[in-house]
């Protein structure tokens, strides 16, 4: 049974705290930002009203209540107060054994966020942004030093929803639909991967013969995701050009706000002709592969990418993410769910987007989706030492995203694979590979599902396939 949250969740910005920083010393300040200022309006109440008489002495004589206290509404977060926890801990624990050199290399990873959400409803069940803080440190009014602690380590930021991070191969279950849909490549074809891809004047590698000096071989669209072959998405993304990719990431959410109904949240970068216009740059040919292998212009945030993997367990079935369980009146009616949603709306100046519906061949799909099964249940997978001890089939794919000189970690996985409710999205800043944060989605998805699994008892192998998605 999930014990779900009522009241507060959020960071705030620096600008927020300077703009406040007299009521943060106000013994009364319970927080106006995250859902608590959001919803502000349905959680404080109204005030009663009450007439005292008194003598010319100052001694009451009477009183009179003429205008009851109306109690404040309670918020109800869909928030899982348990699985919260389970996640910032696998999260702090994740990161540090990167550090540590707990996989085959160590990583200076310096911090990351976490979604776990319902593939059907977009309800978040947990959420988390690492380095955090303790709340508690704002009862009574923090005090400078604690907070110049917090504001050092950018403990406010919330990566889920204000970071914004290149996808690398996470990204590529978007191309492979896009390429599927629009004919450019079919379920049964196979591209031979020969290593080196020329397009142009210029030649492109796959990250297989970057390390190992061969290519794949022939794979087919299931394949291709399972090994995670750069050669095959520059491939299918030349045929069916940067337009129709486009159409089908905008469909997915990538590129837009969620609407989550919290503050400070980033819209990302989707790659195409429009933003290189908006950059001043010209657009080039050759930046169609950059942009099928999740690199390029592209940046998304961990929840637009946990919407995105939910569509693709659900069936394409779009989905609008959310932090509110429901809000329980005083009188213990509820809120609609259209009032709800328009309200925040308003707060967060959101306009309705225009609901275009993009048919996905449930074949297709499936395609993608056994690939995404590979990855974890079958030899040669990038997440197969992670998994392959488990006891709930999981469809995942990791990436590892150049981001300057560091590079970003991804798992993206759902369970149970024949019919998903959970998607979980694990971004570690600097974490190396992919596969050292699958660890983290196996935990979470453990405890979802109750499994209760000592981690001890699952052997891994730490020696990691290393591959990222480098521009060439």
């Not at 190992?212 to 750069?230: M, W």
């Not at 329980?328 to 509820?334: A, G, I, K």
């Not at 992670?386 to 999981?394: A, G, H, L, Q």
């Not at 800043?429 to 979470?444: L, P, S």
Request: aromatic share 10%; charged share 20%; proline share 2%.
């Amino acid at each position: 049974m999930a014990s779900h949250i009522i009241g507060y969740i959020g960071k705030i910005s620096e600008e927020e705290y300077n703009e406040e920083q007299d009521v943060y010393e106000n013994d009364d300040y319970v927080g106006r930002t995250g859902v608590e200022s959001s919803f502000e309006k349905y959680l404080r109440g109204i005030d009663g009203k009450q007439e005292i008489e008194m003598s010319v002495d100052g001694t009451v004589t009477g009183e009179t209540v003429t205008q009851d206290a109306v109690q404040g509404s309670s918020v109800v977060l869909t928030i899982d107060a348990t699985l919260q926890d389970v996640t910032e801990k696998a999260l702090k624990n994740n990161i540090e054994k990167i550090r540590n050199g707990g996989f085959s290399s160590s990583y200076d990873a310096k911090g990351g966020a976490v979604v776990v959400m319902d593939v059907n409803s977009g309800e978040v069940l947990a959420m988390a942004s690492y380095p955090d803080y303790d709340p508690n440190s704002w009862v009574g009014g923090i005090s400078k030093k604690d907070y110049e602690v917090i504001r050092t380590n950018n403990s406010l930021f919330n990566k889920s929803i204000s970071g914004s991070y290149a996808p690398g191969s996470i990204y590529k279950m978007v191309t492979a639909i896009s390429g599927l849909q629009t004919g450019a490549v079919s379920i049964t074809e196979k591209i031979n991967d020969t290593g080196v891809y020329s397009y142009g004047n210029k030649t492109w590698k796959c990250w297989y013969y970057t390390d190992y000096h061969r290519g794949h071989g022939y794979l087919d669209v299931s394949g291709a995701i399972q090994h995670s072959c750069n050669y095959y998405f520059y491939e299918i993304s030349r045929r069916m050009g940067i337009d129709n990719l486009v159409k089908y990431a905008k469909y997915f959410g990538l590129g837009s706000k969620t609407g989550i109904e919290l503050p400070s949240e980033t819209a990302g970068t989707l790659a195409s002709k429009e933003t290189s216009e908006k950059q001043g740059k010209a657009w080039n040919g050759g930046d169609v592969l950059n942009a099928a292998i999740g690199q390029g212009d592209n940046d998304f945030s961990p929840i637009q990418i946990a919407k995105y993997i939910s569509m693709v367990a659900n069936g394409g079935n779009k989905i609008n993410p959310t932090i509110i369980k429901t809000i329980l009146n005083s009188d213990r009616t509820e809120v609609s769910k259209t009032e709800i949603e328009q309200y925040s709306k308003q707060r967060l100046g959101l306009t309705d987007e225009e609901n275009v519906d993009v048919p996905i061949s449930q074949e297709n799909l499936n395609a993608v989706l056994q690939g995404m099964k590979s990855v974890t249940d079958e030899t040669g997978g990038t997440a197969y030492s992670i998994f392959k001890n488990f006891n709930i089939e999981v469809g995942g794919k990791t990436g590892s995203a150049e981001a300057g000189k560091d590079v970003n970690a991804w798992f993206v996985g759902f369970a149970p694979y024949n019919n998903p409710e959970i998607a979980v999205v694990v971004l570690v800043e600097n974490g190396g590979h992919g596969n050292y944060t699958a660890e983290v989605a196996r935990d979470i998805i453990a405890e979802y599902f109750g499994m209760n699994i000592d981690a001890n008892e699952i052997k891994e192998n730490n020696e990691a396939l290393n591959y990222t998605e480098s521009i060439q």
